[in-house]
């Protein structure tokens, strides 16, 4: 059972929107805004998509964007493209025992 | 070019032991936190352990505290992993990364697969 809660699969069309959440507590998504984002590819490593919620690191298309509300982060890709298809995953610093890094269980978007 | 490249994983009976490295190359090693973080076939992300710039600190989840230890030397930009009292569970990728801030993973390495078995 991962620590944060994501949902195992969202599906959509090229040029359209969709949103991944992922829910954890106030121990960690909701306590403070260290919340980043991944994207895998198959075989591949992950990479960093955005981190402290919405800020994204250079070279990530501005189609990926981020945000929080309590103890859910959210990441919402725009104007799908067929590349865009692959497991994401959120993580979070925890800031009570046990102090670390928890990640939610990734959600594999397909891009019909 | 920004390069982590981790070696040393391998096939080992349970109870066994292991070492992995991480060699850094293209940015400032000394400058980050490092982290390891591992993937078992087809699953998730897992954090297993992470160290301060000078070693001072090292932190664990804690289905490996006792059993793995994390350290590093800035002289070769490289990151260790070893892993002793190995268990079927442990069996995953083996990835490291460097540490944006609070645990944000900035640069993955390709990784190294650990197995776990008789």
């Known amino acids: 059972q991962s620590a944060l809660t994501q949902p195992a699969s969202v599906s959509g069309s090229p040029g359209q929107s969709i949103t991944i959440s992922c829910t954890g507590t106030?121990?960690?998504?909701?306590?403070?805004?260290?919340v980043s984002w991944y994207q895998q590819h198959p075989g591949k490593a992950p990479k960093l998509m955005l981190y402290?919620?919405?800020n994204r690191p250079s070279g990530v298309s501005y189609r990926f964007s981020g945000s929080k509300s309590g103890n859910t982060a959210s990441l919402t890709i725009s104007g799908l493209q067929a590349e865009d298809e692959a497991d994401y995953y959120c993580?979070?610093?925890?800031?009570?025992?046990?102090?670390?890094?928890?990640f939610g269980g990734g959600t594999k978007l397909t891009v019909l | 070019e920004v390069q982590l490249v981790e070696s040393g994983g391998g096939l080992v009976q349970p109870g066994g032991s292991l070492r992995l490295s991480c060699t850094a190359s293209?940015?400032?090693?000394?400058?980050?936190?490092m982290n390891w973080v591992r993937q078992a076939p087809g699953k998730g992300l897992e954090w297993v352990a992470n160290?301060?710039?000078?070693?001072?600190?090292?932190y664990y989840l804690d289905s490996v505290k006792g059993r793995f230890t994390i350290s590093r030397d800035n002289a070769k930009n490289s990151l260790y992993l070893q892993m002793n009292s190995l268990r079927v569970e442990d069996t995953a990728v083996y990835y490291c990364?460097?540490?944006?801030?609070?645990?944000?993973?900035?640069?993955w390495g390709q990784g190294t697969m650990v197995t776990i078995s008789s």
């Open positions: 293209g940015f400032t090693f000394t400058t980050y936190w």
């Open positions: 990364a460097t540490d944006l801030g609070h645990l944000q993973f900035d640069i």
């Open positions: 106030s121990s960690d998504v909701g306590g403070y805004n260290h």
């Open positions: 402290d919620v919405s």
């Open positions: 160290i301060k710039v000078d070693g001072s600190e090292k």
């Open positions: 993580s979070s610093y925890r800031y009570s025992y046990p102090l670390g890094g928890v």
